[in-house]
């Protein structure tokens, strides 16, 4: 039985088995993963989710997870609701660390106690607890960013609707409201 809080796409690697030498993972989704997934990221079907990976340690206590995830999707055109295949092919790079570890703390200002955060620079290790990381929720989450938000089929334009006319445009008088009045 899966809990509510279980990623629909999961694949645990044991971290502490591995040495200075890097270790290959391949995964794909099943029907099952693969509906859960549609579901997840409000498209209509997830025809195919598939990830590779190579695992190895980083600065001494920490892993990195390097590789590419790839998926075939459909979504709902946003003009006419039709359906857009989407193929998504993205590279993967996630550092993880330990919980507690000296790696997982973020350089901090010494003047204004403030986070220094480099927007160009590499993302902040994610922290992992046990000895296991989620490859699966990596690659499901990396799919997910890559998901074009406003799919539209090829030469379809949005066109037909007004938001507003310069009629709507004009601001009523603020007498307009007495003309429906009647003295009795």
């Known amino acids: 039985m899966k809990k509510d809080d279980e990623p629909p796409f ?22 099952k ?19 590779t990976f190579t695992v190895q340690r980083w600065k001494r206590d920490g892993v990195r997870l390097k590789g ?36 997982a703390r973020m350089p901090v200002s ?7 955060l480099d927007p160009n620079g590499p993302d902040a290790p994610e922290i992992f607890t046990g000895d296991t990381i989620d490859a699966g929720a990596v690659a499901a989450e990396y799919a997910a960013l890559a998901i074009e938000p406003y799919p539209r089929k090829p030469d379809i334009a949005f066109s037909g609707h007004i938001e507003s006319s310069d009629k709507d445009d004009k601001k009523p008088s603020p007498f307009a409201v007495l003309k429906d009045w009647k003295k009795d």
């Open 110 to 116: 010494i003047e204004t106690g403030e986070m220094l």
């Open 10 to 31: 999961s694949y645990l690697v044991k971290v502490g088995h591995i040495s200075a030498n890097p270790v290959e993972v391949t995964l794909s989704a099943n029907d």
């Open 68 to 103: 590419r995830v790839a998926a075939d999707i459909v979504q709902a055109c946003v003009v006419t609701l039709d359906p857009v295949e989407a193929h998504i092919d993205e590279p993967v790079e996630a550092v993880f660390v330990p919980e507690g570890s000296k790696l």
């Open 33 to 51: 993963e693969r509906a859960g997934l549609a579901e997840l990221w409000s498209v209509l079907e997830v025809k195919a989710l598939a990830a």
